[in-house]
Structures are given as structure tokens and as C-alpha cells.
């Protein structure tokens, strides 16, 4: 089992819904999450950092299950331009663990 | 408007050559990285220096890669002798901080392609 896990999608929305995905991560101990946003071609950048009460970001809300191990990401009324690839980020025996990545696809 | 700045942004090259990839972190930052990606591993840490001491270099094979700080303005990242499965785009970050889950401000990265 990697230790960080995300469906590679492409998740396929229309313009205006809302989206959700997860990371599962494996290492109980880990104590620092992180969205980053990647579009094609380009370098990943800071999206969000997620706090264990979860938190909010104008369409984005990001959530922290320590229960289950996993931190979830919720795009509102998506925009074309939410169109990225979605990596979260796990700090875990003092080194980060990337996620492979969750591709989101908004349509008109 | 600060950026980390990497060269060079694309190379090709033949399998046994070396190669070698500079980057400049943003000025005033304390942690630098280097991270290769592939579409089917993803991004992997290779290396990660603290005030340009390496902490962390535990994702990268040795006998051909070697990561270096020669000052704090410089990283470079060396290959020697290339392979094609080290096609990649290896990106630089560099990070405000002392630790490493602090944010972290990517290059555009170079876009490596090993015949």
C-alpha cells in the first residue's frame, strides 16, 4: 500500500457543481496536510494547508479525518479555471509524501 | 514578484552523457529541494537541503546522481551517465523556513529527455 493514495480520476464536472475527492495517507503519525495545485506543464503551487478543524478558503474547504486517515478537498461552484491536477502532501516521519495526483476536468 | 528559477528549462540529450540542472532559490529562503516527476511515479523527493546542508537525499540513486549547494544563491543537480528511464521533469523548490512542511515555491522545472 502506497503511503499516500488518491484516485488519479479524471474527475469530469460541469461548471458550477461541486466536487469532492480524497487522500488517504497510512502513517498514523503524520501531522502536517497540504493541497497543491498543479496544472498541465506547469509546477505544483500551494492550494491549501489543512488544519485538524478543517478550514475554509472562499470556494474551497478543506477537511482532516484523523479517524480514517484521509483529507478530503471541496471545490464550490467550480469555475473552468479549477481545471488542474490536485496533489495532497503528507508530512510523515519528518519527510513530505506526495500523492500521485487527482486530475479535475470542469466543462462548460 | 520572487520566483525560484531553474536551467535549463528543456534538455535532450544521449543516454552516458552528463547532465546538469541549476537552480536559483528565491532569495532568503532556508530549504531547497529537488523533486523528479514521471507520469507514472508521480513526484519523488531526491533531496533536501537545510541552510545548503543536505538533510535528506535518501530518494536519489547514488551512483549516478549527486545533488550539491555550492552557495546559497546555486543548487545544481548532476547526472552521470544518463539513462533513458531518467526522463523526467525535475523540479527545484525552495521553502522560507527550517523545516520542511513549510510552503514550498516551485520552479518551472526542466523538462529532461534521455535518448
Not at chain 1, 82 to 100: E, F, P, R
Not at chain 2, 7 to 19: A, F, I, N
Amino acid at each position: 500500500r502506497k503511503e499516500v493514495e488518491q484516485d488519479p480520476g479524471p474527475f469530469n464536472v460541469p461548471e458550477g457543481a461541486t466536487v469532492a475527492f480524497n487522500c488517504t495517507y497510512s502513517n498514523s503519525a503524520s501531522q502536517s496536510f497540504f493541497w497543491y495545485r498543479q496544472d498541465c506543464r506547469k509546477e505544483p503551487k500551494l492550494l491549501m494547508s489543512v488544519y485538524s478543524s478543517g478550514n475554509e478558503d472562499g470556494r474551497f474547504t478543506a477537511q482532516l479525518n484523523r479517524a480514517s486517515q484521509y483529507i478530503s478537498l471541496l471545490i464550490r461552484d467550480s469555475k473552468l479555471s479549477d481545471s488542474a491536477t490536485y496533489l495532497c502532501v503528507v508530512m510523515g516521519n519528518y519527510q513530505l509524501i506526495w500523492g500521485a495526483g487527482t486530475k479535475l476536468i470542469i466543462k462548460p | 514578484d520572487a520566483r525560484v528559477t531553474q536551467t535549463p528549462r528543456h534538455k535532450v540529450t544521449e543516454m552516458g552523457q552528463e547532465v546538469t540542472m541549476r537552480c536559483q532559490p528565491i532569495l532568503g529562503h532556508n530549504t531547497v529541494f529537488w523533486y523528479r516527476q514521471t507520469m507514472m511515479q508521480g513526484l519523488e523527493l531526491l533531496a533536501y537541503f537545510r541552510n545548503r546542508a543536505p538533510l535528506d537525499d535518501s530518494g536519489m540513486p547514488k551512483d549516478r546522481f549527486s545533488a550539491e549547494m555550492p552557495d546559497a544563491t546555486l543548487a545544481t543537480l548532476k547526472i552521470q551517465p544518463s539513462e533513458p528511464r531518467d526522463s523526467a521533469v525535475y523540479f527545484c523548490a525552495s521553502g522560507p523556513g527550517q523545516s520542511s512542511t513549510d510552503t514550498q515555491y516551485f520552479g518551472p522545472g526542466t523538462r529532461l529527455t534521455v535518448l
